[in-house]
């Protein structure tokens, strides 16, 4: 019976093995493989890619959506200025589907067959654990902006974390709380997120500020109706309901309390809210007047003005991005990461991502003596003129620490219904409530 | 060839490998058994959970990761943990997704599983970490082998494809055996397998499990390729995929399931990133799973089987040339002339075990305010043809099922040799000996004549699980008597030409030959015939005739449920008719003719 | 204590969504044979039927839901008829069956994607206050569900009670081949089945998507296991136990949530694995035969 099927077998994995290894030597020659490959000194002005690994499917889209145009953005500036050493920067897109299993096959393609890959931007956090070392293997620098507090003491050279770790969240949340006169709180945060990143040190935070906490609720995730949870958290009578939601929760819950309570109790969420898919499900379900004036989100700060700031927008503007992205501080952050890195690239004088990882961080850390820059081609005159750098730009500084975290202050959003977008409002001290 | 490249081909392969041990599992479950596991995914989720908690080393300083036993097993420990948990978890599931006896809601009932283990793993952070998941798996002997990179890659190939001739091996010896042989009766008529002694739940229940583990095994191993597992990756829908691979593969084909992994899985999942994107890539995507959608009903309108049908096993070939031409002649030599009278030359029919006896009790049952069956007592003379007739609603399908055990009685007793069987399950009724034939032919559509005969034979040493491990051998000397006795019987029905045939491509009239022979393979102490002339010919229906003739004649009691009064006359010794669920009289057909109360009923109903 | 009767309020609403979609599903198994798994997406067509209703053309919240349960309606009878007859009529068997149900409800929901993409919509429907009754509080909106839930459902009463097309879909629904022996066209009967369920998964669809405040293309599918735990309960085929298997699931998750918000999901759940193991055939069973073969 087998010895037949055997043989299909063997020949399919050979004729499988043989068809990508004539592929590969084929198309070896037009230089697409990429890692550890080609350094700067290769002749002629070729293209250098930025991988962009996400999920654009999915209930995960946007991210993927967020860091396509934050890549767009910073290769637009980049290329305005003359590239890096006089290499233009393109972004290519690899649709990881949301699906950690596929994202391997997905992160194996998009290295085979990008041209002179010098950085990615991405993955998401569920696929970090499984593409990590695929990338690591290929000595390719990743920038992501995910919240798993489990990287905080990450040590992989290649991983670049460009905004502040969730373990600084719950704090300052509870800072700003408390802060806001609201000393009697319920906290609503859904069962999936771990509790080690909100409710324990939100709890701890906040009763260590001197507030307390009348109703501490989990519940479950996208279910039809919560209405007997909305009803045990009014009983308790709370100033104000701190926690986090996705989208589809939060408009369910929201609209609940607000049929049953008539209005909505002060609302502080995470800044999950402030990410592109929440407004759209919880606006009209609740009304943009109500989450203009009850629902607040802590979220990472952006710099409102100034030369990084316009020079960013206007970049956003030309590559034609969704107006909202503009304003959004992940976008600002990773648009920030592109550019810091094609700053160390030009730095170190080479686009080969072993030699150039390093000098990362001497471009965005503080020194004295410093020249600190706000544009790619700022920085690209400063280093030209043989100085040290510090990249401030449209996110604020950028200070990675040992793990290659860069911790970013907090400030406070709230919905304009005029603008139709998040507005950041003051920003928090650094380190809140730690 | 770039390292790169390497490891994308090495990756592509070890999917593959992955996906086609998962699709035989499938196929074992779904392809051959008939079980609708919609809930497959969950299977290799827990494998791939599994794995990695055995494999994780003691956690240092992640505290969500509080859930690893620290236990760092050695390779292959993990995946025999796999296979375990998985075989588990089936068990688990199966005991009350496969209660239902329709595989529609049963397919229904483990989608719901699947969709609230989905929810779960999601929010019970305790085992799983939630939305994270588990990282930082170590990959087998890692550590061990110093290949570099790109050379422990195809390690993992070699691995892989090493597993996946294991799995192989081990499904082709399952389906070559006696107990295939019962799994795909089953898939083909549940019912009918259960009225010839084939326990449906229990055997469902056993080919669940298998698969089970089977998928556990492809979910560890991919675990163990990728190093993390997070929920995200073991979605609801994963399992129409496998499902969309077999089908268009070739369902109860290997080698269609593994063409389904490597079509599905690889090419059309992979090759479209290749090409240009023409729009939004959630368009996309959509555009993607609406064309798998039409894809799955072009299959199952135009070609059903998959395009690698599952293979015909002809039988025949084992019964030596010799001793079919001698079964022929014996039979030819005594074809009935249906003009002259003489007693027949060969010995009666000895198909029947020493006759059996049949009693009925005050049997009753109701269906909604209707009693179908109503204080319904007889006793049937052993060895004896007997009868039973009525008119239409009297009840006499209904008290068939009942006695065989298809039914569960609402009171009352059914005596088979003394012994009470009301409420028994069929299978196990049929193990005393009662046999039941169908009103509408129930053959095994998908098995050839010979298989059907062959699955109806009771004790056959690899009809079973573990007498399938044993291998064909154990197997052959049984099989060679029963092809033997089949053969014999196909002669005598005139059918030998059909042996190697489709059961579901006869006509009809041989089709209820079929099922009668199968009945009688079972060999039977007693036969509960319902309507066998129905729809057969005149021809025909005077050689079914001669045969129950000779199978009296053998000594072997039956019941026969018949609207040819003709047939009954010339049949039965005696004749029950029931109106509205009981007995309204006994006796020969030419009395009844006589009974007034039997004429009116007649009119009447 | 307060807190459960008050619970049990919203459970009552919860309730009434579902009694309509389970009746819906089960009234379509009990005359079809049939387990339709793209009945949830049929629930999501409707919504957003309704939706473009409301906020495209702008017509009242009333006629939006009018406008979403025909929807429903002539799509089950679309599909019925284009799909899955001829597919009966092949003779496809019962677990094929049940792919092409599976296949059907890809297409929709993707279909839907395509047009929809992965946002949330919502029919924009201003607050309303409260209306306090016996320790419960409901606002009109959910007055107005639970009311439309039991007069479609005394509707049905009335209509297998006193109708001769109600009285033939339940010989139908007991007895396919009786029936058709019998003189009843059950062609027809067939058709009007998949109307009236189409209808009853358009009112359950657009009341969801009203209760949940927002609503996308996956909404109709998630709640597939909802409305297939109610029909196991009452026993798949009769439509008065599904009434009584959406009660049971929905105030008992209800008042379940007040200890635990996260029993919620387990409890529809947890009582169709009850069922199974204690009672396959339901509450009803025994009455409603599951036969063998898919008619058509």
Same mark, same amino acid.
């Given at each position: 019976?087998?010895?037949?099927?055997?043989?299909?077998?063997?020949?399919?994995?050979?004729?499988?093995?043989?068809?990508?290894?004539?592929?590969?030597?084929?198309?070896?020659?037009?230089?697409?493989?990429?890692?550890?490959?080609?350094?700067?000194?290769?002749?002629?002005?070729?293209?250098?890619?930025?991988?962009?690994?996400?999920?654009?499917?999915?209930?995960?889209?946007?991210?993927?959506?967020?860091?396509?145009?934050?890549?767009?953005?910073?290769?637009?500036?980049?290329?305005?200025?003359?590239?890096?050493?006089?290499?233009?920067?393109?972004?290519?897109?690899?649709?990881?589907?949301?699906?950690?299993?596929?994202?391997?096959?997905?992160?194996?393609?998009?290295?085979?067959?990008?041209?002179?890959?010098?950085?990615?931007?991405?993955?998401?956090?569920?696929?970090?654990?499984?593409?990590?070392?695929?990338?690591?293997?290929?000595?390719?620098?990743?920038?992501?902006?995910?919240?798993?507090?489990?990287?905080?003491?990450?040590?992989?050279?290649?991983?670049?974390?460009?905004?502040?770790?969730?373990?600084?969240?719950?704090?300052?949340?509870?800072?700003?709380?408390?802060?806001?006169?609201?000393?009697?709180?319920?906290?609503?945060?859904?069962?999936?997120?771990?509790?080690?990143?909100?409710?324990?040190?939100?709890?701890?935070?906040?009763?260590?500020?001197?507030?307390?906490?009348?109703?501490?609720?989990?519940?479950?995730?996208?279910?039809?109706?919560?209405?007997?949870?909305?009803?045990?958290?009014?009983?308790?009578?709370?100033?104000?309901?701190?926690?986090?939601?996705?989208?589809?929760?939060?408009?369910?819950?929201?609209?609940?309390?607000?049929?049953?309570?008539?209005?909505?109790?002060?609302?502080?969420?995470?800044?999950?809210?402030?990410?592109?898919?929440?407004?759209?499900?919880?606006?009209?379900?609740?009304?943009?007047?109500?989450?203009?004036?009850?629902?607040?989100?802590?979220?990472?700060?952006?710099?409102?003005?100034?030369?990084?700031?316009?020079?960013?927008?206007?970049?956003?503007?030309?590559?034609?991005?969704?107006?909202?992205?503009?304003?959004?501080?992940?976008?600002?952050?990773?648009?920030?990461?592109?550019?810091?890195?094609?700053?160390?690239?030009?730095?170190?004088?080479?686009?080969?991502?072993?030699?150039?990882?390093?000098?990362?961080?001497?471009?965005?850390?503080?020194?004295?003596?410093?020249?600190?820059?706000?544009?790619?081609?700022?920085?690209?005159?400063?280093?030209?003129?043989?100085?040290?750098?510090?990249?401030?730009?449209?996110?604020?500084?950028?200070?990675?620490?040992?793990?290659?975290?860069?911790?970013?202050?907090?400030?406070?959003?709230?919905?304009?219904?005029?603008?139709?977008?998040?507005?950041?409002?003051?920003?928090?001290?650094?380190?809140?409530?730690? | 060839?770039?390292?790169?490249?390497?490891?994308?081909?090495?990756?592509?392969?070890?999917?593959?490998?992955?996906?086609?041990?998962?699709?035989?599992?499938?196929?074992?479950?779904?392809?051959?058994? +008939?079980?609708?596991?919609?809930?497959?995914?969950?299977?290799?989720?827990?494998?791939?959970?599994?794995?990695?908690?055995?494999?994780?080393?003691?956690?240092?300083?992640?505290?969500?990761?509080?859930?690893?036993?620290?236990?760092?097993?050695?390779?292959?420990?993990?995946?025999?943990?796999?296979?375990?948990?998985?075989?588990?978890?089936?068990?688990?599931?199966?005991?009350?997704?496969?209660?239902?006896?329709?595989?529609?809601?049963?397919?229904?009932?483990?989608?719901?599983?699947?969709?609230?283990?989905?929810?779960?793993?999601?929010?019970?952070?305790?085992?799983?970490?939630?939305?994270?998941?588990?990282?930082?798996?170590?990959?087998?002997?890692? !550590?061990?082998?110093?290949?570099?990179?790109?050379?422990?890659?195809?390690?993992?190939?070699?691995?892989?494809?090493?597993?996946?001739?294991?799995?192989?091996?081990?499904?082709?010896?399952?389906?070559?055996?006696?107990?295939?042989? /019962?799994?795909?009766?089953?898939?083909?008529?549940?019912?009918?397998?259960?009225?010839?002694?084939?326990?449906?739940?229990?055997?469902?229940?056993?080919?669940?499990?298998?698969?089970?583990?089977?998928?556990?095994?492809?979910?560890?191993?991919?675990?163990?390729?990728?190093?993390?597992?997070?929920?995200?990756?073991?979605?609801?829908?994963?399992?129409?995929?496998?499902?969309?691979?077999?089908?268009?593969? !070739?369902?109860?084909?290997?080698?269609?399931?593994?063409?389904?992994?490597?079509?599905?899985?690889?090419?059309?999942?992979?090759?479209?990133?290749?090409?240009?994107?023409?729009?939004?890539?959630?368009?996309?995507?959509?555009?993607?799973?609406?064309?798998?959608?039409?894809?799955?009903?072009?299959?199952?309108?135009?070609?059903?089987?998959?395009?690698?049908?599952?293979?015909?096993?002809?039988?025949?070939?084992?019964?030596?040339?010799?001793?079919?031409?001698?079964?022929?002649?014996?039979?030819?030599?005594?074809?009935?002339?249906?003009?002259?009278?003489?007693?027949?030359?060969?010995?009666?029919?000895?198909?029947?075990?020493?006759?059996?006896?049949?009693?009925?009790?005050?049997?009753?049952?109701?269906? !909604?305010?209707?009693?179908?069956?109503?204080?319904?007592?007889?006793?049937?003379?052993?060895?004896?043809?007997?009868?039973?007739?009525?008119?239409?609603?009297?009840?006499?399908?209904?008290?068939?099922?009942?006695?065989?055990?298809?039914?569960?009685?609402?009171?009352?007793?059914?005596?088979?040799?003394?012994?009470?069987?009301?409420?028994?399950?069929?299978?196990?009724?049929?193990?005393?000996?009662?046999?039941?034939?169908?009103?509408?032919?129930?053959?095994?559509?998908?098995?050839?004549?010979?298989?059907?005969?062959?699955?109806?034979?009771?004790?056959?040493? +690899?009809?079973?699980?573990?007498?399938?491990?044993?291998?064909?051998?154990?197997?052959?000397?049984?099989?060679?008597?029963?092809?033997?006795?089949?053969?014999?019987?196909?002669?005598?029905?005139?059918?030998?030409?059909?042996?190697?045939?489709?059961?579901?491509?006869?006509? !009809?009239?041989?089709?209820?030959?079929?099922?009668?022979?199968?009945?009688?393979?079972?060999?039977?102490?007693?036969?509960?015939?319902?309507?066998?002339?129905?729809?057969?010919?005149?021809?025909?229906?005077?050689?079914?005739?001669?045969?129950?003739? /000779?199978?009296?004649?053998?000594?072997?009691?039956?019941?026969?449920?018949?609207?040819?009064?003709?047939?009954?006359?010339?049949?039965?010794?005696?004749?029950?008719?029931?109106?509205?669920?009981?007995?309204?009289?006994?006796?020969?057909?030419?009395?009844?003719? /006589?009974?007034?109360?039997?004429?009116?009923?007649?009119?009447?109903? | 204590?307060?807190?459960?009767?008050?619970?049990?309020?919203?459970?009552?609403?919860?309730?009434?969504?579902?009694?309509?979609?389970?009746?819906?599903?089960?009234? *379509?198994?009990?005359?079809?044979?049939?387990?339709?798994?793209?009945?949830?997406?049929?629930?999501?067509?409707?919504?957003?039927?309704?939706?473009?209703?409301?906020?495209?053309?702008?017509?009242?919240?009333?006629?939006?839901?009018?406008?979403?349960?025909?929807?429903?309606?002539?799509?089950?009878?679309?599909?019925?008829?284009?799909?899955?007859?001829?597919?009966?009529?092949?003779?496809?068997? =019962?677990?094929?069956?049940?792919?092409?149900?599976?296949?059907?409800?890809?297409?929709?929901?993707?279909?839907? *994607?395509?047009?929809?993409?992965?946002?949330?919509?919502?029919?924009?429907?201003?607050?309303?206050?409260?209306?306090?009754?016996?320790?419960?509080?409901?606002?009109?909106? *959910?007055?107005?569900?639970?009311?439309?839930?039991?007069?479609?459902?005394?509707?049905?009463?009335?209509?297998?009670?006193?109708?001769?097309?109600?009285?033939?879909?339940?010989?139908?629904?007991?007895?396919?081949?009786?029936?058709?022996?019998?003189?009843?066209?059950?062609?027809?009967?067939?058709?009007?089945?998949?109307?009236?369920?189409?209808?009853?998964?358009?009112?359950?669809?657009?009341?969801?998507?009203?209760?949940?405040?927002?609503?996308?293309?996956?909404?109709?599918?998630?709640?597939?296991?909802?409305?297939?735990?109610?029909?196991?309960?009452?026993?798949?085929?009769?439509?008065?136990?599904?009434?009584?298997?959406?009660?049971?699931?929905?105030?008992?998750?209800?008042?379940?949530?007040?200890?635990?918000? =996260?029993?919620?999901?387990?409890?529809?759940?947890?009582?169709?694995?009850?069922?199974?193991?204690?009672?396959?055939?339901?509450?009803?069973?025994?009455?409603?035969?599951?036969?063998?073969?898919?008619?058509?």
């Amino acid at each position: 019976m087998t010895l037949r099927r055997h043989r299909w077998l063997a020949a399919c994995g050979l004729a499988a093995a043989a068809s990508i290894t004539a592929a590969g030597c084929s198309s070896n020659s037009s230089g697409s493989a990429s890692a550890g490959g080609s350094t700067g000194s290769s002749g002629g002005t070729y293209t250098l890619t930025a991988g962009v690994l996400h999920a654009f499917t999915g209930q995960n889209a946007f991210f993927g959506l967020n860091a396509q145009n934050s890549c767009k953005a910073a290769a637009e500036e980049i290329n305005k200025a003359g590239g890096i050493m006089g290499h233009p920067l393109t972004c290519s897109d690899f649709d990881t589907k949301g699906d950690p299993a596929d994202a391997v096959p997905v992160t194996n393609r998009m290295l085979v067959s990008a041209s002179h890959l010098v950085m990615v931007v991405g993955p998401d956090g569920s696929d970090i654990p499984s593409v990590l070392p695929v990338l690591e293997q290929a000595k390719v620098p990743e920038l992501n902006t995910v919240g798993d507090p489990r990287y905080d003491t990450q040590t992989s050279q290649d991983f670049w974390r460009l905004t502040p770790s969730d373990s600084t969240q719950a704090p300052a949340l509870a800072y700003y709380a408390y802060h806001q006169g609201f000393t009697k709180i319920a906290e609503v945060f859904t069962s999936d997120l771990s509790a080690q990143t909100t409710t324990t040190p939100f709890q701890n935070t906040f009763g260590k500020l001197g507030g307390t906490i009348v109703k501490s609720l989990t519940i479950s995730p996208d279910v039809s109706s919560y209405q007997t949870e909305v009803a045990q958290v009014l009983a308790a009578h709370p100033q104000a309901i701190v926690g986090e939601m996705d989208s589809q929760t939060a408009a369910t819950f929201l609209s609940e309390m607000r049929q049953l309570h008539g209005s909505l109790v002060p609302v502080i969420m995470t800044q999950r809210a402030i990410q592109g898919d929440w407004e759209p499900a919880v606006g009209p379900a609740i009304g943009v007047p109500t989450l203009a004036k009850d629902v607040t989100a802590i979220a990472p700060a952006l710099q409102a003005s100034g030369t990084a700031f316009t020079t960013f927008s206007s970049a956003m503007t030309a590559i034609k991005a969704n107006p909202f992205q503009a304003k959004n501080p992940f976008v600002a952050a990773t648009y920030d990461g592109v550019i810091a890195l094609a700053l160390a690239m030009d730095m170190a004088k080479s686009v080969d991502p072993g030699t150039f990882v390093a000098d990362i961080p001497k471009v965005t850390a503080s020194s004295a003596g410093g020249t600190v820059v706000n544009t790619y081609a700022e920085g690209v005159a400063a280093l030209k003129a043989g100085k040290t750098i510090q990249y401030v730009g449209a996110a604020g500084a950028m200070i990675f620490n040992q793990y290659g975290t860069a911790n970013r202050p907090y400030a406070q959003w709230g919905y304009s219904s005029d603008a139709h977008k998040w507005i950041m409002g003051a920003t928090l001290p650094v380190n809140a409530g730690l | 060839m770039s390292p790169a490249i390497q490891s994308y081909a090495a990756t592509l392969l070890v999917y593959l490998g992955v996906n086609a041990i998962a699709c035989w599992g499938l196929n074992l479950q779904f392809g051959i058994g +008939g079980v609708m596991n919609f809930a497959f995914i969950l299977y290799q989720a827990m494998g791939a959970y599994i794995t990695a908690v055995l494999t994780l080393p003691a956690a240092t300083t992640q505290a969500d990761q509080r859930y690893i036993l620290g236990l760092h097993l050695p390779w292959p420990l993990p995946l025999a943990g796999a296979a375990v948990s998985g075989a588990a978890l089936a068990l688990a599931v199966g005991s009350f997704a496969l209660r239902p006896r329709r595989r529609d809601f049963q397919a229904t009932v483990m989608l719901v599983v699947s969709i609230i283990a989905a929810t779960l793993v999601t929010t019970e952070q305790g085992w799983f970490n939630g939305n994270q998941g588990l990282f930082g798996i170590p990959q087998p002997f890692a !550590g061990t082998l110093s290949l570099g990179i790109t050379g422990y890659d195809w390690f993992f190939v070699a691995v892989t494809l090493g597993l996946a001739l294991l799995t192989l091996a081990f499904t082709g010896l399952l389906t070559s055996a006696p107990w295939a042989r /019962r799994l795909r009766a089953m898939r083909e008529n549940a019912e009918a397998a259960e009225s010839l002694g084939v326990h449906v739940r229990a055997e469902s229940l056993k080919v669940y499990v298998t698969g089970g583990a089977i998928a556990a095994v492809s979910g560890g191993l991919l675990v163990e390729f990728i190093g993390a597992w997070s929920p995200a990756a073991w979605g609801t829908g994963e399992t129409f995929i496998f499902f969309v691979a077999i089908i268009i593969g !070739g369902l109860g084909n290997n080698f269609g399931a593994f063409f389904g992994a490597f079509l599905v899985l690889g090419v059309f999942l992979e090759l479209p990133t290749y090409l240009p994107q023409l729009s939004d890539a959630n368009v996309e995507e959509s555009l993607q799973s609406a064309a798998i959608g039409v894809l799955i009903l072009a299959f199952l309108w135009w070609r059903p089987q998959g395009i690698f049908p599952e293979r015909k096993r002809n039988l025949s070939r084992a019964i030596p040339a010799g001793a079919r031409a001698v079964a022929v002649a014996e039979a030819a030599g005594t074809v009935p002339d249906s003009r002259n009278e003489q007693p027949r030359q060969r010995e009666p029919d000895s198909h029947a075990a020493a006759a059996g006896t049949l009693s009925v009790r005050d049997l009753s049952r109701g269906f !909604g305010g209707v009693q179908a069956v109503d204080g319904l007592s007889f006793d049937l003379a052993p060895g004896q043809v007997t009868g039973l007739i009525g008119p239409n609603g009297a009840g006499k399908s209904t008290a068939l099922k009942l006695i065989a055990g298809a039914i569960a009685p609402s009171s009352g007793k059914v005596l088979v040799d003394g012994v009470n069987v009301a409420g028994w399950p069929a299978h196990k009724v049929a193990r005393l000996g009662v046999i039941r034939t169908f009103q509408h032919t129930s053959e095994f559509g998908r098995l050839t004549v010979l298989e059907n005969l062959l699955t109806a034979a009771p004790g056959q040493p +690899g009809d079973s699980f573990g007498g399938a491990l044993l291998g064909r051998r154990h197997a052959r000397a049984r099989q060679q008597e029963l092809l033997a006795r089949a053969w014999a019987l196909l002669a005598d029905f005139q059918l030998t030409a059909a042996a190697d045939s489709y059961a579901g491509q006869l006509s !009809g009239g041989q089709r209820r030959l079929v099922e009668i022979m199968r009945a009688l393979m079972a060999q039977p102490r007693i036969l509960l015939l319902d309507e066998p002339m129905a729809g057969v010919n005149p021809a025909l229906r005077l050689v079914i005739e001669e045969h129950l003739q /000779r199978l009296r004649d053998g000594g072997l009691t039956m019941l026969m449920v018949e609207h040819e009064l003709g047939s009954v006359e010339r049949v039965c010794d005696s004749v029950i008719v029931m109106a509205q669920g009981r007995v309204l009289a006994t006796g020969t057909m030419a009395e009844l003719r /006589r009974n007034e109360e039997v004429l009116s009923a007649y009119l009447a109903g | 204590m307060s807190q459960v009767v008050l619970s049990l309020g919203f459970g009552l609403v919860t309730a009434s969504i579902l009694a309509l979609g389970a009746v819906g599903f089960t009234l *379509q198994f009990g005359v079809t044979n049939l387990f339709n798994l793209a009945f949830g997406e049929n629930m999501t067509v409707a919504a957003f039927v309704a939706y473009l209703a409301r906020v495209s053309l702008h017509w009242n919240m009333w006629l939006a839901v009018a406008a979403g349960a025909l929807s429903g309606a002539v799509l089950s009878l679309l599909i019925g008829r284009l799909i899955y007859q001829p597919f009966l009529r092949r003779g496809t068997s =019962q677990f094929a069956m049940v792919m092409v149900t599976v296949a059907v409800s890809f297409i929709l929901k993707n279909v839907l *994607q395509i047009f929809s993409g992965a946002t949330f919509y919502s029919y924009q429907l201003p607050p309303e206050s409260p209306i306090r009754f016996l320790g419960m509080v409901f606002d009109a909106r *959910q007055l107005t569900i639970i009311a439309l839930a039991v007069v479609s459902l005394l509707g049905l009463h009335l209509l297998f009670r006193y109708t001769r097309i109600g009285k033939a879909m339940r010989a139908t629904s007991d007895n396919g081949e009786l029936a058709r022996s019998v003189g009843i066209p059950t062609d027809r009967i067939i058709s009007a089945t998949w109307l009236l369920s189409g209808l009853l998964a358009g009112l359950a669809g657009v009341a969801l998507a009203i209760d949940l405040g927002s609503f996308a293309s996956t909404t109709g599918g998630s709640y597939l296991l909802l409305i297939v735990a109610a029909a196991v309960f009452g026993s798949v085929g009769e439509p008065y136990g599904a009434v009584l298997g959406a009660l049971v699931i929905g105030i008992a998750s209800e008042v379940a949530a007040n200890y635990n918000p =996260q029993l919620k999901d387990v409890v529809a759940f947890a009582i169709l694995v009850l069922v199974l193991l204690v009672r396959p055939e339901g509450l009803r069973g025994g009455r409603v035969q599951l036969r063998g073969e898919v008619t058509v």
